[in-house]
Every structure is written in structure tokens, then in C-alpha cells.
């Protein structure tokens, strides 16, 4: 067998990461157009969940947006009501739809990690939830679409050098193997 150049070797490799990467999501788990990347820092937000109810916050200037849902089906609570505090005060809340709410803050919040706790009773179900605001005007801005495409060629790189190498690896071994056959059977 003819040994393979490591340059050529290392071509493969990489163009062999490369399309791998296209291949980790499977068949079928194609979700369409990417959606534009956010310009921004995101909404500070909230979320508490119990055995029963998940509860989503979005604060968005002085409104705090609520989402209440049921945990075993995820649909809107239905003709729930909410009493929420966000740390010591309590935040008067209106129902704006099915399992949705919405409070106008009377001050802007402090920033730092607020406790929120909620009441929320539906029905013949009732139950206290928890979670934490995490508020910083100065948070890092999510990654944007051209941070991740490096953070995937990066990973696609390094897994194209160990392909490499491990062809490298594989050549040396059949070098080596090549040269004890020859010994041995030289020596028969």
C-alpha cells in the first residue's frame, strides 16, 4: 500500500470534519431558515416551575410580561389568578388573556438578582412558585450568528487534526506492521 502524504492526509481530515458537521443533526431535523440574529442584550427574564404550573417573566422597561401554563400539558392557565413580589413588594397584576398577565412597575427595578415568588390558584389547583430576575444593564449581548459559525469551524477543525492524526497514526502502524512482515518473512 502506498503511503499517503501527511499534507494530503490533513485535507481529507478537514474537508471530512467540515461536511460531518452539516451530518451531527440527522435526517428530518432541519427547522428551515435560521431566524436574525438579535441585535441587542436580551429582556431580563424569569422563570419558576413547580410540579403543577411554569411561570415565564419578561421585563421589558417598567412592563413585566407573565406567562402562566400548566406543566403537564403546557397549555395557558386557564382563569388563573397571580399575586406576584418581586423581592418584599408586592406587584399588582392583570390578566390579559388565557395564562397571560401583565404588570406596569412603578419604578424601574434595582439591578442585581431579584427574588420573585408567585401564588397562583386555577381552579382547584393552587401553588407558590419561585425563581429570580436577574437584572444587569451592562450583561453581555448574546452571541450573535457569526460567533457561533466560528465557535462550529473551530470544533470542526480540531475534530478534522484528530482525524489527521489518527490516520497518521493508522499509516505509521501499517508502515510498521509492512517492515515486521518483511523481517519475519525474510527471516522464513
Known sequence: MKPIPFFRALCAALVLGLSLQAAWAGEGHDHGEAPAAPTGAASP??????ELFELVGVLNGQTLSLYLDRADDNSP???ATLELALGENP??????GDGAF????PNP???GLLAVTATVVAGHDSDLLAGALDIHTSAHAPETRGQVSRTTLAAAVVAAIGAALALLALQRA???RAARTALVGGAA
Open 45 to 50: 427574564r424569569f422563570a419558576a416551575t413547580s
Open 77 to 79: 392557565a386557564k382563569g
Open 91 to 96: 406587584v399588582t397584576v392583570q390578566a390579559v
Open 102 to 105: 401583565e404588570a406596569t412597575l
Open 109 to 111: 427595578l434595582p439591578e
Open 174 to 176: 501499517r508502515r510498521a
